[in-house]
T-cell receptor, first 110, second 110 residues
């Protein structure tokens, strides 16, 4: 039973536009969430995180929103750039372990 | 920049061979993890360690074994490789808020 779900396997966005990647979770006890970016044949790199005491966290072009009542979080990338093309993983911290979603492949085209 | 290293990056090996995937970190983290990822799938936790002489199996059953004799070193061993072990193996170390990943080992068993 998957506790962290990314229901969109892929997303295609034009350069300069906003990319919105979504993530749902089932365990209301999760209180810390992270987004990672992964290129093929590379390890994931940390992008941004959010604690459950907040509903928004911003870092440059990246903003993460958390809706605890809906058990939903989203990553916004504005403006999207071709270099953002990668697979994005949402993760929840469960005690000391990260539980990952299946990822969303983002493609940013010119 | 994260200081966690995995070797080899790529490995093609015959069935029945014994292999060890190396992982080292210089950040002094007690917590280290091994994940397995197949294309289009989530990262599955296969082993973790909370410090020297501590090792635990993760959520995904794996025929591999790990050891943690030194804080900085967390190698993964397959005693007899099989084609079903073909996958990407990702090592991570973690502080209280973030996991840092190595570049991964892409293993192919023929």
């Amino acid at each position: 039973d998957q506790q962290v779900k990314q229901n969109s396997p892929s997303l295609s966005v034009q350069e300069g536009r906003i990319s919105i990647l979504n993530c749902d979770y089932t365990n209301s006890m999760f209180d810390y969430f992270l987004w990672y970016k992964k290129y093929p044949a590379e390890g994931p790199t940390f992008l941004i995180s959010i604690s459950s005491i907040k509903d928004k966290n911003e870092d440059g072009r990246f903003t993460v929103f958390l809706n605890k009542s809906a058990k939903h979080l989203s990553l916004h990338i504005v403006p999207s750039q071709p270099g953002d093309s990668a697979v994005y993983f949402c993760a929840a911290m469960d005690t000391d372990k990260l539980i990952f979603g299946t990822g969303t492949r983002l493609q940013v085209f010119p | 920049e994260a200081d966690i290293y995995q070797t080899p990056r790529y490995l093609v090996i015959g069935t029945g061979k014994k292999i060890t995937l190396e992982c080292s970190q210089t950040m002094g983290h007690d917590k280290m993890y091994w994940y397995q990822q197949d294309p289009g799938m989530e990262l599955h936790l296969i082993h973790y360690s909370y410090g020297v002489n501590s090792t635990e199996k993760g959520d995904l059953s794996s025929e591999s074994t790990v050891s943690r004799i030194r804080t900085e070193h967390f190698p993964l061993t397959l005693e007899s490789a099989r084609p079903s072990h073909t996958s990407q193996y990702l090592c991570a170390s973690q502080d209280n808020t973030e996991a840092f990943f190595g570049q991964g080992t892409r293993l192919t068993v023929v």
